[in-house]
């Protein structure tokens, strides 16, 4: 009796295995025929949206779908987008967040929130008069109204899903339609551009991996660093700001790579007719790489993220009449885009103090002559370029700290060991600036400014 059980046990699980293999190559063998593509791709993209998880970006999606569809072009519609994209983001902050950086379902859902709220603004744009609208509007409103395969397309394109870039909807569309080519009518002559930013990108992979057992955020917290001389610890976080961004920097050139091999990338001629591939860049190496100034890292840095913010964010806030207010809550909006730890708000906080004394200094030395004479002496050009970039660096490396270490208790004794020395010099140089300009400026370059 047990023996015959058993082989009827056998059988049956034979027979369901059997049955299992061929339905699964017969049915994946036939769809992925149909959709023109291999099994093997299909097999990857089935696992990847049998993710547990996946459910946090398709309610999102369908209901973003949902308010376009049902609230339509209105100021209702983005306010409603702005506020449910970003609480929900926040909420999965809340419940997901630890000490540590987290690569969760979060991670990807940032890039989206921004994606899906872009979207919402473009399409409220799209039902605007053209006349009304600036260039750079008219150029990401949305005139049809997309359809749901339409906004999944774009959400989920595999090319900038996990970590960015963020494009438009319009600039998405423009790659269906097969328009995003060197060669109309033809596939993108990309591999070789892809294949640059691909191998710039693994440079600094490389980089950081051989770097990365040596300069680490940990190092900063222990009685180590503490116990060694105040110009060691300054030192030690002039070169892990620096080197701590090539992580990112390491990202984003090999998505760049991918957008560039579709084709997203493709932004057109430069007057000599040669093909442009920036539309994805999320980086200028160079820039980034020989900067002394603050804002050209900012500006060589996340520069889709940084687009992206300046264009749905702060622009929109021009009714407030204030620069440096619409500047300061952007920089807000940024960093709990990032999260909810407290080190976000000190790193971007650290920003928006950074930018404004850079600005004043740079307005000193443009219309004082004595500076002015002095910044323009050639022999002194490359000791100028030293002092910068150590202060560049230094003051990016200890805004970082804040960044990467997330929470009050750890940046708040780091920054303790070196005695608050970015926020007392950047505090310090923004009450005494507007008196030395005043001192230093004569009054026909004031009366000449004003005018």
Same mark, same amino acid.
Not at 169 to 185: A, C, F, Q, W
Not at 260 to 289: H, P, Q, Y
Not at 322 to 350: D, I, P, R, T
């Given at each position: 009796?047990?023996?015959?059980?058993?082989?009827?046990?056998?059988?049956?699980?034979?027979?369901?295995?059997?049955?299992?293999?061929?339905?699964?190559?017969?049915?994946?063998n036939k769809l992925a025929t149909s959709l023109g593509a291999s099994e093997q791709a299909l097999r990857l993209i089935i696992s990847i949206f049998m993710g547990n998880q996946l459910y946090h970006s398709l309610l999102c999606i369908m209901l973003q779908f949902l308010i376009l +569809? #049902?609230?339509?072009?209105? /100021?209702?519609? =983005?306010?409603? @987008?702005?506020?449910?994209?970003?609480?929900?983001?926040?909420?999965?902050?809340?419940?997901?967040?630890?000490?540590?950086?987290?690569?969760?379902?979060?991670?990807?859902?940032?890039?989206?929130?921004?994606?899906?709220?872009?979207?919402?603004?473009?399409?409220?744009?799209?039902?605007?008069?053209?006349?009304?609208?600036?260039?750079?509007?008219?150029?990401?409103?949305?005139?049809?109204?997309?359809?749901?395969?339409?906004?999944?397309?774009?959400?989920?394109?595999?090319?900038?899903?996990?970590?960015?870039?963020?494009?438009?909807?319009?600039?998405?569309?423009?790659?269906?339609?097969?328009?995003?080519?060197?060669?109309?009518?033809?596939?993108?002559?990309?591999?070789?551009?892809?294949?640059? +930013? #691909?191998?710039?990108?693994? /440079?600094?992979? =490389?980089?950081? @991996?051989?770097?990365?057992?040596?300069?680490?955020?940990?190092?900063?917290?222990?009685?180590?660093?503490?116990?060694?001389?105040?110009?060691?610890r300054c030192v030690y976080m002039l070169l892990w700001g620096k080197f701590v961004l090539y992580k990112y920097v390491t990202c984003w050139l090999v998505t760049e790579g991918v957008c560039i091999l579709t084709g997203l990338g493709f932004s057109g001629f430069d007057e000599r007719?040669?093909?442009?591939?920036?539309?994805?860049?999320?980086?200028?190496?160079?820039?980034?790489?020989?900067?002394?100034?603050?804002?050209?890292?900012?500006?060589?840095?996340?520069?889709?993220?940084?687009?992206?913010?300046?264009?749905?964010?702060f622009k929109r806030l021009k009714f407030l009449g204030n620069k440096e207010l619409s500047q300061g809550l952007s920089l807000l909006f940024l960093a709990l885009w990032h999260g909810l730890h407290s080190g976000y708000l000190v790193c971007f906080q650290m920003e928006f103090l950074?930018?404004?004394?850079?600005?004043?200094?740079?307005?000193?030395?443009?219309?004082?002559?004595?500076?002015?004479?002095?910044?323009?002496?050639?022999?002194?050009?490359?000791?100028?370029?030293?002092?910068?970039?150590?202060?560049?660096?230094?003051?990016?490396?200890?805004?970082?700290?804040?960044?990467?270490?997330?929470?009050?208790?750890?940046?708040?004794?780091?920054?303790?060991?070196?005695?608050?020395?970015?926020?007392?010099?950047?505090?310090?140089?923004?009450?005494?600036?507007?008196?030395?300009?005043?001192?230093?400026?004569?009054?026909?370059?004031?009366?000449?400014?004003?005018?």
């Amino acid at each position: 009796m047990a023996s015959a059980a058993e082989g009827d046990v056998g059988t049956v699980a034979e027979l369901a295995r059997v049955l299992r293999w061929g339905f699964e190559e017969l049915s994946l063998n036939k769809l992925a025929t149909s959709l023109g593509a291999s099994e093997q791709a299909l097999r990857l993209i089935i696992s990847i949206f049998m993710g547990n998880q996946l459910y946090h970006s398709l309610l999102c999606i369908m209901l973003q779908f949902l308010i376009l +569809r #049902l609230m339509g072009r209105t /100021v209702t519609a =983005v306010l409603t @987008t702005y506020c449910f994209q970003m609480a929900y983001l926040l909420a999965g902050y809340y419940y997901t967040a630890t000490g540590n950086y987290d690569i969760k379902w979060t991670m990807p859902h940032c890039v989206l929130t921004l994606k899906l709220i872009g979207l919402a603004v473009d399409y409220f744009d799209g039902g605007k008069d053209q006349n009304s609208l600036s260039s750079e509007q008219q150029k990401y409103a949305i005139r049809g109204v997309p359809s749901l395969l339409e906004v999944a397309g774009f959400s989920y394109f595999y090319g900038a899903f996990l970590v960015g870039p963020q494009f438009s909807m319009n600039h998405y569309m423009k790659l269906v339609r097969g328009e995003l080519t060197d060669i109309p009518g033809k596939i993108p002559n990309s591999t070789i551009p892809a294949l640059k +930013r #691909l191998s710039l990108g693994l /440079v600094y992979l =490389v980089g950081y @991996t051989l770097l990365s057992p040596h300069i680490t955020e940990d190092y900063l917290l222990t009685e180590d660093y503490e116990n060694h001389p105040f110009w060691f610890r300054c030192v030690y976080m002039l070169l892990w700001g620096k080197f701590v961004l090539y992580k990112y920097v390491t990202c984003w050139l090999v998505t760049e790579g991918v957008c560039i091999l579709t084709g997203l990338g493709f932004s057109g001629f430069d007057e000599r007719g040669k093909a442009m591939w920036d539309a994805c860049a999320n980086m200028k190496v160079w820039l980034f790489e020989t900067t002394p100034r603050f804002t050209g890292t900012i500006a060589s840095f996340n520069i889709n993220t940084n687009a992206w913010v300046a264009r749905y964010f702060f622009k929109r806030l021009k009714f407030l009449g204030n620069k440096e207010l619409s500047q300061g809550l952007s920089l807000l909006f940024l960093a709990l885009w990032h999260g909810l730890h407290s080190g976000y708000l000190v790193c971007f906080q650290m920003e928006f103090l950074i930018v404004i004394v850079e600005r004043q200094a740079a307005s000193l030395i443009q219309e004082s002559p004595t500076l002015s004479n002095l910044a323009s002496i050639t022999v002194l050009q490359p000791f100028y370029y030293l002092v910068q970039q150590t202060i560049h660096w230094l003051f990016m490396g200890y805004s970082m700290t804040a960044f990467c270490l997330f929470t009050w208790d750890k940046w708040f004794k780091v920054y303790k060991s070196i005695y608050f020395l970015g926020h007392v010099f950047f505090l310090s140089l923004l009450f005494i600036l507007p008196y030395v300009h005043k001192a230093m400026v004569p009054r026909k370059e004031k009366l000449k400014k004003m005018g």
